[in-house]
């Protein structure tokens, strides 16, 4: 069992609050990113802020993620690393998405402390909207990526933050040497934390579980194979917002962006030759296949790509369905462990060799 230390000021955000601020007084870290309400009714975003007022007020445990702070982090250290200490708050999904990028290279962790939550889910960005809430007590709102996520709790980090089976409070959790320093630094004082956390955690991950069987039973009854794909993605309007919101999509330069995909007649006629019906200005498809093969290997399912199609396609459910698959066939698992090889950057001989027969 964990231990842990007990922060209790009324509700789970404002101990958390409480907790991030006197980081910030004790002068541990110089400023934290972490999602904050800035302008009531519009959600929650990351903000790097350093004035305890603000950082006592934000909502670390508000249902609502309207971007990926793996992304935020790798923005933030990718071409340079801090020269000062900065904790940021992240979610599960999140973290597994540092791990990624960690290994790419896009995200440097040099005067890092990187804070986790264990995490009840998050509402559509439009359902959080309409009816704003401190914590997930909803089930039935929650987006579908969380219902089928198996990871309530970080597997990586310093700090975890949870507020099941706290009373109104919030567990700080230390799970790395820097985060057993911080503790002691801080004056904090550890106490075995109550079963109920695990119970919650464990109960969670088989609802998700038998969701999870059952969202991807569905999809393969009604879009498995290549026609079915087609079906699926017929909607798709080629915006490309579901690239520009995922955090393992992180090139400079890419091939759907490029003139390489800006066609004239010559080009569509012959395409014409050998297809009865070619779709304009080109068939998303192509997109959409390409970002399968690319992302899948390292894809963590956070599901923020079905958070910004604009047709409402569940972009998520495909790429998390597709990932288990081609992480299971290599034996890896995004986000594990900033030990183990990405599948497209290790070449292991006579790997695959049953698909050539």
């Given at each position: 069992?964990?231990k842990g230390?007990?922060i209790?000021?009324?509700?789970?955000n404002?101990?958390?609050?409480?907790?991030?601020?006197e980081?910030?007084?004790?002068?541990?870290v110089?400023?934290?990113?972490?999602?904050?309400?800035?302008?009531?009714?519009?959600g929650v975003?990351?903000?790097?802020?350093k004035?305890?007022?603000?950082i006592?007020k934000?909502?670390v445990?508000?249902p609502?993620?309207?971007?990926?702070?793996a992304?935020?982090?790798?923005?933030?250290?990718?071409d340079k690393?801090?020269k000062d200490?900065?904790a940021?708050v992240?979610?599960p999904c999140e973290?597994r998405?540092?791990?990624?990028?960690?290994?790419?290279k896009?995200?440097?962790?040099?005067?890092?402390?990187l804070i986790g939550?264990d995490c009840?889910?998050?509402?559509?960005?439009?359902?959080y909207?309409?009816?704003p809430?401190?914590?997930?007590d909803?089930k039935?709102?929650?987006r579908?990526?969380?219902?089928r996520c198996?990871?309530?709790?970080p597997?990586f980090g310093?700090?975890t933050l949870?507020y099941?089976?706290?009373?109104?409070?919030v567990w700080?959790?230390p799970?790395s040497e820097?985060g057993e320093?911080?503790?002691?630094?801080m004056?904090?004082t550890?106490?075995?934390v109550?079963?109920?956390?695990?119970?919650?955690?464990k109960?969670?991950?088989?609802?998700?579980k038998?969701?999870r069987?059952k969202q991807f039973?569905?999809?393969?009854e009604?879009?498995?194979?290549?026609?079915?794909?087609l079906?699926?993605?017929s909607?798709?309007?080629n915006?490309?917002n579901?690239?520009?919101?995922c955090p393992i999509c992180?090139?400079?330069?890419c091939?759907f962006?490029?003139p390489s995909l800006?066609?004239d007649s010559e080009?569509?006629l012959?395409?014409?030759?050998s297809?009865?019906?070619?779709?304009?200005?080109?068939?998303?498809?192509?997109?959409?296949?390409?970002r399968l093969?690319?992302?899948?290997p390292?894809?963590?399912g956070?599901g923020l790509?079905?958070?910004?199609?604009p047709?409402n396609?569940?972009?998520?459910?495909?790429?998390?369905?597709?990932?288990?698959?081609?992480?299971?066939?290599?034996?890896?698992?995004a986000g594990?462990?900033?030990e183990?090889?990405p599948?497209?950057?290790?070449?292991?001989e006579h790997?695959?060799?049953?698909?050539?027969?």
């Amino acid at each position: 069992m964990s231990k842990g230390a007990l922060i209790k000021e009324n509700n789970p955000n404002l101990s958390a609050g409480h907790f991030l601020a006197e980081i910030i007084k004790k002068g541990i870290v110089k400023g934290i990113i972490l999602q904050k309400e800035m302008f009531e009714g519009q959600g929650v975003w990351h903000y790097l802020l350093k004035k305890p007022e603000d950082i006592e007020k934000s909502k670390v445990f508000v249902p609502f993620m309207g971007s990926s702070g793996a992304t935020i982090l790798s923005k933030f250290t990718k071409d340079k690393p801090s020269k000062d200490p900065i904790a940021i708050v992240l979610r599960p999904c999140e973290i597994r998405g540092v791990v990624e990028l960690i290994k790419y290279k896009q995200v440097q962790m040099d005067n890092i402390l990187l804070i986790g939550i264990d995490c009840g889910g998050t509402y559509e960005r439009v359902n959080y909207l309409d009816n704003p809430s401190e914590l997930p007590d909803d089930k039935t709102r929650l987006r579908s990526a969380c219902k089928r996520c198996l990871h309530i709790s970080p597997e990586f980090g310093d700090i975890t933050l949870s507020y099941f089976g706290a009373e109104n409070g919030v567990w700080v959790i230390p799970t790395s040497e820097k985060g057993e320093k911080l503790i002691k630094d801080m004056g904090l004082t550890l106490q075995e934390v109550t079963p109920e956390r695990d119970n919650t955690i464990k109960s969670l991950v088989e609802e998700h579980k038998s969701e999870r069987e059952k969202q991807f039973a569905e999809f393969k009854e009604q879009y498995d194979g290549m026609e079915g794909q087609l079906k699926f993605f017929s909607k798709c309007i080629n915006c490309k917002n579901c690239m520009e919101n995922c955090p393992i999509c992180f090139c400079k330069e890419c091939f759907f962006k490029s003139p390489s995909l800006t066609w004239d007649s010559e080009t569509y006629l012959s395409m014409l030759n050998s297809k009865e019906a070619v779709r304009m200005p080109e068939d998303p498809i192509f997109f959409q296949w390409g970002r399968l093969a690319h992302i899948t290997p390292s894809c963590v399912g956070c599901g923020l790509c079905t958070e910004a199609c604009p047709v409402n396609i569940d972009v998520g459910l495909i790429f998390s369905y597709v990932a288990e698959k081609v992480q299971g066939e290599f034996g890896y698992e995004a986000g594990r462990s900033v030990e183990e090889p990405p599948i497209l950057t290790e070449f292991v001989e006579h790997e695959l060799e049953d698909l050539a027969e």
